[in-house]
């Protein structure tokens, strides 16, 4: 909205100009995002909390400890997380950016999703939410329509190609195969935060530290002297995506203030489907598919190692793990719950700094 303003009025108010800067942008997301959270967090949490009066129902097979410590924690946390996005974009995004609209559209659809998943677990007072088979499909047939529409806005000489980190020339075109991968990054993003989202604080620091990554390679594939530099694809118009980035940077960082240990409100699906979906639409968008799975490295661990007990149990009847994903494995092998949590955020920083150093090494 501050955008649109300024680009009428900077004739008249020259400090209107300052709208126009990305950067600035960028931090004023960061700080919107982060103070709506602060300021109406506790009331949301509160309304919240009256449809679901025993909280988030927790899984019987879980470890011992959460059945005792975290029951009665109310989930959709995510409808803050998302809600504190909106207003953001609303007052500092281009809204006329097709980029910014498609990331909303991910944010909001994929969110729209993990609602139902969480209000039909909670009216049923079970940790069975959607049957598996509905979920994905409705994910699939949305992560479908999202890829088809940031491929039809992207140049054709790129909108189907896949570039290799550490590799300055090794790019594939996909062709109409793009289209599947596209889909199932943006499904596996959504579903890969879900399943890491399992402890206090896990998955949304995380979230964040990725979100911070696709913020700078958003700002240097939209500008053309850094893009050149870097000798990475210049995509105009995705420069704005840093600002969505930011954006989520803010929400994560005000949702953790109430989902720091012991935490006051779960993100439940509504939150992680959301934030894993739309970061895989920020790397599509900014075609920067491989380096979403090294900067999200945590979140593929994670995915595998559930992958990895099923696949055992179901040839063998042995599991690998004592309990997956892989973070229960670790509490199941005595970890207290905060050591996880932070050496995951150790893990998710070291991933992050490797993958910016792929803009440079080619």
């Not at 889909?183 to 399943?195: E, K, P, R, T």
Request: hydrophobic share 55%; aromatic share 14%; proline share 3%.
């Amino acid at each position: 909205m501050f955008k649109i303003i300024a680009q009428y009025f900077v004739e008249q108010y020259s400090f209107l100009n300052l709208f126009n800067f990305i950067t600035f942008r960028v931090g004023a997301s960061i700080l919107t995002a982060l103070f709506f959270s602060l300021i109406f967090g506790q009331y949301i949490i509160n309304k919240i909390s009256k449809i679901q009066p025993i909280g988030q129902p927790i899984r019987n097979d879980g470890p011992e400890n959460h059945i005792i410590q975290k029951a009665g924690t109310p989930t959709m946390g995510g409808l803050l997380i998302i809600l504190s996005v909106i207003i953001s974009l609303v007052l500092w995004a281009d809204l006329k950016n097709t980029f910014i609209w498609i990331g909303f559209l991910t944010l909001l659809v994929f969110g729209f999703i993990g609602f139902i998943d969480d209000y039909n677990k909670i009216k049923s007072n079970s940790s069975n939410g959607l049957k598996a088979r509905t979920r994905i499909i409705l994910q699939i047939f949305f992560a479908l329509i999202i890829s088809i529409i940031v491929i039809n806005n992207l140049n054709d000489q790129i909108d189907t190609t896949i570039s290799f980190p550490f590799f300055k020339n090794v790019i594939i075109n996909f062709g109409y195969f793009y289209l599947i991968i596209s889909l199932f990054i943006i499904v596996g993003s959504a579903n890969a935060v879900n399943l890491t989202d399992g402890l206090d604080g896990l998955a949304i620091v995380p979230v964040m530290i990725v979100a911070m990554t696709f913020a700078f390679i958003a700002y240097v594939s939209g500008n053309i002297v850094f893009s050149d530099y870097l000798l990475i694809n210049y995509i105009p118009g995705t420069g704005e995506l840093s600002v969505l980035c930011g954006a989520l940077i803010g929400a994560a960082l005000g949702f953790l203030w109430f989902n720091a240990p012991p935490a006051k409100v779960f993100m439940g699906d509504t939150g992680s489907l959301a934030l894993g979906a739309t970061i895989g639409s920020i790397a599509i968008m900014v075609k920067h598919e491989i380096v979403l799975a090294i900067a999200g490295g945590l979140f593929v661990l994670e995915t595998f190692s559930v992958i990895i007990q099923v696949i055992s149990f179901k040839l063998t009847g042995k599991r690998v793990f004592m309990m997956a994903p892989l973070h229960h494995h670790f509490e199941k092998k005595g970890w207290a719950e905060s050591t996880i949590v932070i050496r995951f955020w150790i893990i998710t920083i070291v991933l992050a700094l490797l993958s910016l150093a792929t803009l440079k090494i080619r």
